[in-house]
């Protein structure tokens, strides 16, 4: 009788972990078939426009890690950034027309006040990589043999703006390096500015506005005022002092040339480089275009890449027709 009894207990006791086992299993199978399936719902909802329209707008949409930032009159043509370059956002900033969408508080200081406004107006949502430039494809200060602002920004290499936080568009010393500015040594005279009282201004405006460095005794950098900044480069700085520069551009005596060129010889220490900022010309080519087999180069620049013209503006057909009216041998380069 203890016997049998022991063996239905084992029975009994078989019965229920098998049981037991086989609810265990039904319970497990049903739950993960209830998460796959939700997790379907919710993946097809998400993906119907009718339910997040926001979603598929962001997704089609996404804000452009580049933007271009530029100086312009009504005059000037700017369609060859959109033309050539459309998946890049552009700023557009015309001083001159107060119905032009991106407004300046006051058209003074040249390309500073533009420059200024967006860093002030973008701050908060500003793109990975930041170029700041002037109005037209064509000007005679672009760093290669037909001055061809296309060229200058399709060879752009992003790693090297990257690596840096900040670079000038312009690689050949010629005007700016390695020294354009002498802020100990300039003075002014009879109370009036003239070529060699540049440095006097400068050291005015650098005692002003950038107290917490020492006054350089010299100052280099390339001209003229095109360069490419980072975002992390422009935060380090908070947005009152981009403020406070602007507010001094806006109530500064000095003329535009004069106030407009203390920031085109300072941004590169605004943003963190030495005084003289002259990096190798050659070197320059190659990290910043990818151009590594220039020939006849030095530090201060490769002779057959870049010559300085006899003008300032450029011929009225540049660069088809030269400076004696002579045809030039070019082939415009394709929009993408």
């Known amino acids: 009788m203890r016997s049998f009894d022991l063996q239905a207990v084992r029975r009994a006791r078989f019965s229920y972990i098998i049981s037991a086992s086989t609810l265990v299993t ?37 804000t452009p890690p580049v933007e271009l930032v530029v100086a312009s009159t009504s005059q000037q043509n700017t369609s060859w950034y959109s033309k050539f370059f459309p998946d890049w956002g552009s700023n557009i900033f015309t001083v001159d027309d107060q119905f032009s969408p991106l407004k300046i508080p006051r058209n003074k200081g040249h390309e500073a006040m533009v420059y200024l406004t967006y860093i002030i107006d973008r701050y908060e949502s500003l793109p990975e990589n930041i170029l700041f430039l002037h109005a037209e ?15 200058l920004l399709r060879n752009f290499q992003f790693p090297y703006l990257q690596q840096e936080g900040y670079v000038n568009l312009r690689c050949v010393w010629t005007l700016g390096c390695p020294a354009a500015i002498h802020p100990l ?7 009036k500015v003239n070529k060699q009282a540049m440095g006097a201004v400068f050291r005015q405006a650098f005692q002003e506005l950038l107290p917490e460095h ?12 095109q360069f490419a900044v980072t975002r992390d480069t422009i935060r380090r700085r908070p947005r009152d002092d981009y403020l406070r520069f602007r507010e001094w551009l806006i109530k500064t005596p000095f003329p535009d040339e004069l106030s407009g060129r203390f920031f085109e010889h300072s941004w590169h220490i605004i943003f963190g480089k030495e005084p003289v900022h002259c990096p190798s010309a050659q070197d320059c080519y190659c990290k910043l275009y990818g151009m590594c087999n220039l020939q006849d180069c030095t530090v201060r620049g490769c002779n057959s890449y870049y010559v300085l013209p006899p003008y300032s503006t450029l011929p009225k057909d540049w660069p088809r027709i030269g400076w004696e009216g002579e045809e030039r041998p070019y082939n415009d380069i394709a929009p993408p």
Do not use: M
């Open 137 to 151: 494809r064509f000007q005679w200060h672009n760093d290669n043999p037909n001055y061809d602002g296309v060229l």
């Open 185 to 191: 040594k300039d003075e002014l005279v009879e109370g």
């Open 214 to 225: 020492q006054v350089p005794p010299d100052v280099g950098v390339s001209c003229c005022a």
């Open 26 to 62: 039904l319970f497990v199978i049903f739950h993960l078939n209830y998460f796959v399936v939700e997790n379907d719902i919710v993946n097809a909802v998400a993906s119907t426009p009718s339910f997040f329209p926001e979603r598929l707008e962001l997704s089609l949409n996404p």
